[in-house]
């Protein structure tokens, strides 16, 4: 009953634009936050990939949620590699780098090609305020370089 009128507003959402994968993303992260219904987050998150395969937010989100929730170390980073080499907007191409950037120093313990994913983020959108805050994190506490980190922040 308390969720009743998220889910109809959702049902409404896709009857109106059944192939936005959007819609399927929110809902997804609707019944992941507020539900904590992991079943269902999984089955919104591949209808929004049904409908757009390389949906960079999407391949994100996915890719979150199986590394946070899940503990799936393997398939995150298959879906962290997916998502960065979709192309997109600028800024969802950055913030998928810099989620990969996290992932593989992290999890995965590769400083080095997590730096290059993170310069190639900051190519991309140099004034993206979340893809600074985890590169300034990376360089601080990974790198030990906190003029570097300094400098980020500063912007």
Not at 43 to 62: F, G, N
Request: hydrophobic share 35%.
């Amino acid at each position: 009953r308390k969720y009743q009128w998220a889910k109809d507003m959702f049902d409404r959402a896709v009857k109106a634009k059944p192939k936005d994968p959007n819609i399927y993303l929110v809902a997804g992260q609707f019944y992941l936050k507020r539900r904590r219904d992991f079943q269902k987050t999984m089955e919104l998150h591949k209808l929004a990939l049904r409908q757009d395969s390389e949906h960079i937010p999407t391949l994100v989100s996915y890719a979150r949620f199986l590394e946070f929730e899940r503990r799936d170390f393997t398939n995150a980073g298959k879906y962290y590699q997916r998502a960065i080499e979709a192309k997109g907007e600028p800024d969802d191409e950055a913030e998928a780098l810099s989620e990969a950037a996290r992932f593989m120093y992290e999890r995965c313990d590769e400083p080095e090609k997590a730096e290059a994913a993170f310069r190639r983020a900051m190519a991309r959108e140099d004034k993206n305020a979340e893809v600074m805050s985890t590169y300034a994190d990376f360089l601080l506490h990974k790198k030990k370089d906190k003029e570097g980190a300094m400098r980020l922040f500063d912007q």
